[in-house]
């Protein structure tokens, strides 16, 4: 054989294989497919909030390990790309940005703290990418944003119930730290405390890094409350409690469910013991009190302890701070499902019809409300040998 006629074989061979391989792309998935479901997530694992975003964190990565052990979404497997907020909603705008834009993510969950909430969700809009809020923040309707949870309003609104109709308080003491979380629940506190025959007789604040509230305990103190509402969020509330056992106060207190998380009451989860502070928390803080037939307990809270434990093994508890990145990573895997698609606008229409019982509560968003819970289901409860009881009247 000639030469050329070689060359002119070997040519023919090349473009065979070329157009098979064409072949076997088109037959098989499009090019540049994606190959995964990415699911960015932003979170405060360091900064002032770092022991609240940590857990989430984890939850998250749980949540990813269940999923792809059961065969992915749609047929892939799904990853989790996590940024670190540092508590700034500055750097939650960023770390959002590089998750949207660079790792193309298909859904965005986040974040920690409301403020940072707040600032990712215009970022949300703008770049028109489903995003899944897991802090408690009330925003106004957003196409592209669905908070889960009650939010708020709802959570504040039914603490002020609670602190009136069950723990019988005529005049309220609130005391509430400077952030979007604290200025939130005070603002529907003095809205809503009037409408049950009660009043606030004094209204404190204080700085989510001061280390000595003890002038504010003091007023508080002498205006002689039946009840002092403690709404505020995590670690930064021990130096409350520290204060409030120096000063040798004995007013009843009711903490908002910011005082359910670990870090609080790791640092004064043993003064909370002591002096009886209720406080309001999630179903999920008294579900191992709760009976095995209880629907709760069956349906949403023992399969979750399993995604957890299966990860982290059966030595790390499930705590509040765990369930709202479950409870997105709920609806982000049943909207994709419904899509049947990894596209963001088809998941984002599918949001508008996800309906489940999550950790949070009933999670039913639609098209005119994308609050994902449509009441609060928070509970009264005691800090007691280290874990919470249903609080009951004696």
């Known amino acids: 054989m000639m030469r050329s006629e070689k060359g002119v074989l070997v040519k023919a061979v090349l473009v065979v294989c070329f157009v098979l391989c064409l072949v076997c792309v088109a037959g098989g998935k499009p090019a540049g497919a994606a190959e995964t479901i990415k699911i960015g997530h932003v979170c405060s694992i360091t900064g002032w909030a770092g022991m609240l975003g940590s857990p989430q964190r984890d939850a998250m990565l749980a949540m990813v390990d269940d999923v792809n052990k059961r065969g992915g979404i ?18 939650a705008v960023i770390a959002a940005t590089k998750l949207v834009r660079d790792k193309k993510v298909n859904v965005l969950v986040g974040t920690t703290l409301s403020d940072c909430a707040m600032a990712v969700a215009s970022l949300a809009e703008q770049e028109q990418v489903p995003y899944i809020v897991t802090s408690p923040v009330v925003l106004p309707f957003k196409k592209w944003v669905f ?85 505020s969020t995590g670690a930064p509330c ?13 007013t009843q207190v009711l903490g908002s469910g910011g005082l359910g998380g670990p870090d609080f009451l790791k640092i004064a989860g043993g003064i909370a013991d002591e002096l009886n502070w209720v406080i309001a928390v999630l179903k999920i803080s008294i579900a191992e009190s709760l009976p095995s037939s209880d629907s709760y307990r069956k349906t949403v809270y023992d399969p979750a302890l399993k995604i957890f434990a299966d990860k982290y093994g059966p030595g790390k508890p499930l705590n509040v701070f765990h369930v709202s990145p479950m409870d997105a990573f709920v609806m982000a895997e049943d909207a994709i499902k419904a899509a049947g698609s990894d596209d963001r606008a088809k998941i984002r229409d599918a949001m508008e019809k996800v309906k489940f019982m999550g950790l949070l509560g009933y999670v039913a968003p639609d098209a005119t409300d994308h609050q994902g819970g449509n009441i609060d289901t928070s509970t009264l409860a005691l800090f007691k040998n280290g874990q919470f009881v249903p609080y009951s009247k004696k």
């Open 147 to 231: 908070p889960v949870g009650p939010g708020d309003v709802k959570m504040a609104a039914h603490t002020v119930e609670m602190a009136v109709n069950t723990l019988g308080a005529k005049k309220i003491a609130l005391f509430h730290d400077t952030a979007l979380y604290g200025m939130q629940g005070a603002k529907i506190f003095n809205r809503d405390v009037g409408k049950y025959g009660a009043s606030i007789v004094i209204e404190q604040s204080y700085d989510v890094k001061d280390l000595d509230v003890a002038p504010q305990l003091t007023k508080i103190k002498a205006a002689k409350p039946d009840l002092m509402v403690v709404y």
């Open 238 to 250: 021990a130096v409350i409690a520290k204060n409030y056992k120096q000063l040798g106060m004995t």
């Open 74 to 91: 749609l047929g892939k497997q799904v990853e989790a790309f996590i940024e670190d907020d540092q508590s700034n909603p500055t750097t």
